[in-house]
């Protein structure tokens, strides 16, 4: 559906990566899940840090038990 979506030029934001990765993770399709958090470290490299950061915030408040390493991720931000 994501790759649908973004072939059909909708562009997704915070919050449809948010679901899309969370009912990934649910599904336990971490390998699906581990692509669009590189699609949001794309977001990084296209000057979008402030969406990512909003992205990742979202991430840890619903899977508060891998906050850790969202925390890394986040610390590898641009400031």
Known sequence: MFKSMVNHGCRPNGDC???FIHYLCKGVDFDTALQICKEINGLV???KVDE???LIKQVKERFSRNTDLWD???A????
């Open 45 to 47: 490299s296209i000057d």
């Open 72 to 74: 890394e991720v986040e």
């Open 52 to 54: 990512a950061r909003e």
């Open 17 to 19: 990566y948010f679901t």
């Open 76 to 79: 590898g931000l641009p400031q």
